[in-house]
């Protein structure tokens, strides 16, 4: 719940960033928690109550049943949300790492980082 | 102000539309039908302790297959935006000598345990994205303590192509050696004992591969978003 709550919180705070900040790195670090706050939200969303990682060590090894899985279904927290997490932290990462070298681009190029300065598309 | 009126009002709405989920919240007292699924196939089918291993290369093998796919147009719009000649940039100090010794010191243990993370993905927590990156750390270390450090780009390239084939060549000898339906299917191998390194088929050698892939990808990317070398 907390979690969730947090999630959210800095799901806002990540759009707030993006929307009010000018400069092209603020804005690209609002991204990055607007990511976190994504993972956050999933993660929370496959919590089972007093649930550990989903790493099946020999102690709970009993699973060999349909009974013992249902047991083992109740000691750990839902695999698939974790997953799905894995592989966006995997993608923000690499949507960070290809906005960052454009900023650095724009900079090279224009010699500004501010969002005022780039007004070809504005409309 | 208009403005302002405006970012408040998005805000407003996506706080509106995230509401439902942190009223209707409640934490579930077990996993549902797909999670026990998925959960018995891991234990009892491929024999891997690490459930979200199983998700992730087997059940889900194609989205990570994606997600290989998309790192590496990251990485090639990396390079194709940050030629290395056409950057000038400042020099920069040479690290001090307590870095370089540490660095030296502690860089090939980092590597060895991103080997040891991507190699036990389906044992322990961890896995071949984990153990990529543990890699680059240590090529950033190296990058920060030596001021004229250099990537061996054939060594990264042909490293990144020949892992991202052998990837792809795994999930297609499961198709070609198990029948139809079975692509990136690791159970061609034999299922070995439980809490063993050489078990849960080739999972082991799938995560290899992408280990070794996503590292050399992020030590690329952090080669081309470093700038020209050169000492003070």
């Known amino acids: 719940m907390i979690v969730l709550l947090c999630g959210i919180l800095l799901m806002l705070a990540g759009i707030w960033t993006m929307l009010v900040k000018k400069n092209l790195i603020r804005m690209i670090i609002g991204f990055s928690i607007l990511d976190t706050g994504i993972h956050m939200l999933i993660v929370a969303i496959g919590y089972v109550k007093n649930g550990t990682a989903p790493i099946i060590d020999a102690g709970v090894r009993l699973a060999k049943t349909a009974e013992g899985a249902k047991v083992v279904a109740e000691k750990i927290v839902d695999p698939v949300p974790s997953a799905l997490v894995l592989t966006a932290i995997v993608i923000g990462l690499a949507v960070t790492a290809l906005m960052l070298a454009y900023a650095i681009r724009l900079y090279k190029t224009r010699g500004s980082l501010n969002i005022d300065d780039f007004e070809e598309q504005k409309w | 102000m208009i403005k302002q009126l405006l970012v408040v009002l998005a805000l407003a709405g996506l706080a509106w539309l995230l509401w439902p989920f942190l009223a209707e919240f409640r934490v579930s007292e077990s996993n549902n039908a797909l999670a026990t699924e998925y959960i018995h196939g891991s234990i009892n089918e491929l024999n891997m302790p690490n459930v979200v291993t199983a998700v992730v290369v087997t059940y889900r093998g194609l989205d990570t297959l994606g997600e290989v796919t998309v790192l590496f147009l990251a990485t090639a719009g990396v390079g194709f935006l940050l030629k290395r000649r056409e950057l000038k940039g400042g020099k920069r100090r040479a690290g001090t000598e307590i870095l370089r010794t540490g660095a030296s010191f502690l860089a090939p243990l980092i590597v060895m345990f991103g080997v040891y993370i991507f190699t036990h993905g389906h044992l322990s927590p961890g896995g071949g994205f984990q153990g990529g990156v543990v890699i680059a750390s240590a090529m950033l270390l190296l990058c920060l303590a030596y001021v004229d450090f250099d990537f061996s780009h054939r060594l990264l390239t042909w490293l990144e192509s020949l892992s991202g084939l ?67």
């Open chain 2, 166 to 232: 052998a990837y792809a060549g795994l999930g297609l000898l499961g198709l070609v050696l198990l029948g139809a339906s079975s692509f990136l299917d690791p159970r061609f191998m034999p299922a070995g004992n439980w809490l063993r390194l050489f078990s849960a088929g080739a999972v082991p050698l799938i995560y290899s591969c992408v280990g070794l892939k996503v590292g050399a990808e992020l030590s690329t990317v952090l080669d081309s978003l470093r700038g020209p070398g050169g000492a003070a």
